[in-house]
């Protein structure tokens, strides 16, 4: 079986999973878009306090 059609079954089994618990699939994604915003907030907050990055 080629890496192709793998990856196929793969994503389609977790597209299933997904369909069945719903709910944990949108926590799940609030979760991340939490995480990535903290970070960049994070990243903002030490180019704002310390300045930008010199040579």
Known sequence: MNALALYGRYLSA???GQA???TAT???AVGHCAATSIE???VY???????AVGG
């Open 26 to 28: 949108l926590m799940l």
């Open 14 to 16: 977790s597209l299933r």
């Open 45 to 51: 907050a030490l180019f704002h306090r310390f300045g």
């Open 20 to 22: 069945q618990y719903p």
């Open 40 to 42: 960049i907030l994070g």
